[in-house]
């Protein structure tokens, strides 16, 4: 027996990034890459720490996906002035040249997820949805800035 929402969730998680890496492959990047060069390109010069967050991940993987990001081209490190402890994150000229279509594949992605909802169904849902990730990163005690979660 499996709960029927972690099924669904787990469903929905797995092919989404399928679909989302698909949309990317041409680009050289995949659905575990595209939220780092998203908020670099949104954020030049973010502070590679802030990424913990952020994206709700380990320090190890934000590290090593930051170092395939800089090996791809696509993010240069700087380090930190106030802080040599971190770097500071900014996205390269090819990063800026693709970053309309990686948003544009995140959109039609998203498109898809949303067929056949209302407006007050998807925003129901939406809500819902990140009110579940408040929950479960409550019972964990991570603790996140507000706004974050709607990020």
Known sequence: ??????????????????????????????????????????????????????????????????????????????PCEEDKRTCRLYPTNQAMAIIADVEASC???ETVLRQGFSDEERAAFETALIHMGKNITSAMNIHREEDEFDA
């Open 107 to 109: 959109a039609q992605t």
């Open 1 to 78: 027996y499996m709960n029927t929402l972690l099924k669904w969730l787990s469903v929905v998680d797995r092919f989404s990034k399928l679909h989302l890496d698909k949309q990317l492959a041409s680009h050289g990047i995949n659905s575990s890459q595209h939220m780092f060069l998203i908020k670099i390109c949104e954020h030049p010069g973010l502070l590679q720490d802030s990424l913990i967050d952020t994206i709700y991940l380990h320090p190890s993987n934000i590290v090593r996906t930051v170092a395939s990001l800089e090996y791809k081209g696509l993010l240069i490190r700087t």
